[in-house]
């Protein structure tokens, strides 16, 4: 069954923690960037940590549910939650090592492309987007690569670390599509306690078989990590992750595109640093594509017939 099929109408719990989702994840490059440790280390300790955080709860309030995942037909929604994590660590895999072998702005521009990847996906799932949601990705996606200022280089280094922030953009839209199928029935809490878990534990191995260091970090790092784990793990991919429950994959990857004038705002605010004014036209494209995917999304949800449904055990999700 299509997720439309159950999705209830977006509600203003859903819009604030849509909002605060999107400040928390533009926290995330300057974090990483001030952070002395390799990126992959930094992305194991945030999963790790977060799910430190989350299971006491859920293994607690959710052990039933933890159940449901592991018998009959509940066993599909628990190989959703995994393979989400299984996406997830592939995305910090290949994403994160691109901005060592390309330019950064190359790596994020084309890690970019995420809502495209997401419109093919809900495209082969038999889905048909409005024309103008794909316009505003279109605009959100040219409005990030000139945003970002990305340079192409021709070298073959570089030409790896495009093809790998490439690869992190399709594997982004994968995770967040397991995400909205796997939130369609299971609760935010369970959801993310095992898609964190499985995203850990592979990357615990990629770091092991890599020989990439995971400690002997100075206190300032591990700070920034701490940071990362409350604000971009918890608030940012957690709360974008109960979204999906009201929220398609699609509008979301949109959205998270807002982490490119969020940063910079943070940047302003935080560091003093004033954006490039010629980066200014690309933040006022993306903005423009964001509110027409916002738009569209709207009008083709007011179109759908109301179905009533069983919902999951946290549609009050902040208290899970």
């Not at 990030?144 to 922030?165: H, W």
């Not at 690309?282 to 179905?307: H, Y």
Request: proline share 6%; glycine share 10%; hydrophobic share 55%.
């Amino acid at each position: 069954m299509p997720p439309e099929a159950h999705r209830p109408p977006p509600d203003l719990l859903t819009t604030g923690a849509l909002a605060l989702a999107v400040v928390a994840v533009s926290s995330s490059a300057p974090l990483i960037a001030f952070a002395a440790a390799p990126a992959l280390a930094v992305a194991f300790w945030r999963n790790l940590l977060s799910v430190a955080v989350l299971s006491p709860f859920a293994l607690t309030r959710r052990r039933a549910e933890f159940r449901s995942l592991t018998i009959g037909a509940g066993r599909r929604d628990g190989v959703f939650c995994v393979l989400s994590g299984v996406a997830l660590a592939a995305h910090f895999a290949t994403w994160m090592p691109s901005a060592k072998l390309t330019s950064v702005a190359a790596a994020t521009a084309l890690v970019a492309t995420q809502p495209v990847w997401q419109g093919l996906i809900a495209r082969a799932q038999g889905r048909r987007l409005p024309l103008g949601m794909w316009a505003g990705i279109g605009l959100a996606v040219v409005g990030a690569v000139l945003a970002t200022g990305a340079d192409f280089t021709l070298s073959g280094e570089a030409f790896a670390g495009d093809l790998l922030a490439v690869a992190g953009g399709m594997f982004a839209a994968v995770y967040t599509a397991l995400g909205e199928r796997a939130r369609a029935t299971v609760s935010t809490a369970t959801y993310t306690t095992i898609c964190y878990g499985v995203c850990a534990l592979i990357l615990l191995v990629v770091c092991l078989v890599g020989q990439v260091p995971l400690g002997g970090f100075d206190t300032g790092t591990w700070l920034a990590v701490l940071a990362l784990v409350g604000g971009a793990q918890l608030l940012g991919h957690s709360m974008f992750n109960y979204a999906l429950r009201r929220i398609s994959a699609t509008t979301i990857s949109v959205l998270i595109l807002l982490e490119a004038p969020g940063a910079a705002l943070l940047g302003w605010a935080w560091l003093g640093q004033l954006p490039d004014p010629v980066t200014l036209p690309g933040l006022a494209l993306l903005l423009a594509g964001v509110a027409v995917v916002v738009l569209s999304s709207a009008r083709s949800a007011r179109r759908l017939p109301r179905v009533t449904t069983a919902v999951p055990a946290d549609t009050a999700p902040l208290r899970d």
